[in-house]
């Protein structure tokens, strides 16, 4: 387990990717107009499986949304 | 009436821009767009919640509409840059109307900020559409660091106080290098027809067509709105005149 921010809260999590982190949460990471960052960073979808995630990372997901 | 226009190089259908914030429910808001006839619709990008994840309202948009995501309540230049390229990698678009917010009370763009922001954008490719000040030196620098369009106001965002410097949007159409968008405080249907009047290549509308007591038929309003406005630019306005002169022929008058 570690503890990272996602989406701003602290969180405790097994995952050690980011594909994983999303599948914990229920999110399909196979959906479409999803984005994620790591600290500051946009991380492509392609990547999400292989990036490994590291104690303290902040993690940003992020879909679009009505807007003006 | 076959008047395109384009913005860095993208010929775009329609004049008028649809935001998609803030309708009564999603049908109103997909009947509204599509009463609008615009091409380009806004959205916004935001964190997932992580209780209820429930897909993306750009699902609902299908193909029928090309997206332009801004960075709406972005305060700081880091926030924004990071919130275009979450766009762009979301909604795999490199266009991005850049927000930069520099006071939460009214709303107006932090010009240093914001011409930073932007030529920041540009240096990795993004096609930026600025929301600024209706200033002709600001919009310049703008155009000078590489946007594809400026945005100004024609007042405070949500406001739908119409445009409150005719003279200045005039003024910066007939000087801006490139094509000018009014952005924010368009009220009602006249409101669009004067922005392009006065020169604008396009107007974004949101919230005068969402929270209109009927949406579909303001979007119909702003449609017809931005075409007439746009065929009295082309035709040209007669001047103004202090006083009266009479349209009907002086000869021939019964009783001279």
Redesign the interface.
């Known amino acids: 387990m570690m503890r990272l921010k996602?989406?701003?809260?602290d969180e405790e999590t097994g995952a050690s990717t980011l594909r994983e982190l999303l599948l914990a949460?229920?999110?399909d990471p196979g959906?479409?107009?999803?984005?994620?960052?790591v600290n500051?960073?946009?991380v492509?979808?392609a990547e999400w499986a292989q990036i490994p995630l590291s104690p303290g990372d902040e993690v940003?997901?992020?879909?679009?949304?009505?807007?003006? | 009436m076959n008047d395109p226009f384009s913005i860095a190089g993208t010929a775009l259908s329609s004049r008028l821009f649809v935001g998609t914030a803030g309708y009564p429910n999603q049908q109103v808001m997909l009947d509204a767009l599509s009463a609008s006839g615009a091409e380009l619709v806004t959205v916004s990008i935001r964190r997932i919640s992580l209780e209820s994840y429930a897909g993306s309202m750009v699902d609902l948009l299908g193909d029928r509409c090309r997206i332009l995501p801004n960075t709406a309540g972005c305060v700081t230049a880091r926030d924004a840059l990071l919130t275009a390229e979450l766009a762009r990698e979301a909604l795999d678009t490199n266009w991005i109307k850049l927000e930069l917010i520099g006071d939460r009370d009214t709303l107006y763009p932090d010009v240093e900020q914001l011409v930073e922001a932007a030529a920041e954008l540009v240096r990795k490719g993004f096609t930026v559409l600025p929301y600024c000040n209706e200033d002709p030196v600001t919009c310049r620098k703008l155009a000078d660091v590489g946007c594809a369009a400026v945005m100004p106001l024609g007042s405070l965002i949500g406001s739908g106080m119409g445009i409150a410097n005719p003279s200045g949007i005039e003024l910066l159409c007939a000087r801006s290098p490139v094509p000018v968008v009014l952005d924010a405080g368009v009220g009602t249907a006249s409101d669009a027809a004067l922005a392009m009047e006065l020169g604008c290549e396009a107007v974004l509308v949101n919230t005068a067509i969402a929270k209109a007591r009927d949406p579909r038929k303001m979007a119909a309003a702003m449609r017809a709105a931005v075409e007439a406005g746009r065929l009295a630019r082309l035709a040209g306005r007669i001047p103004k005149r202090a006083f009266a002169e009479p349209s009907s022929p002086r000869l021939g008058l019964v009783g001279a």
Do not use: K, S, T
């Not at chain 1, 996602?6 to 809260?9: D, I, M, T």
């Not at chain 1, 959906?31 to 960052?37: C, D, P």
């Not at chain 1, 940003?60 to 003006?68: D, F, K, L, Y």
């Open positions: 996602v989406n701003g809260l949460r229920g999110i959906v479409r107009f999803l984005a994620v960052a500051g960073a946009v492509r979808r940003e997901i992020v879909r679009p949304v009505q807007g003006g």
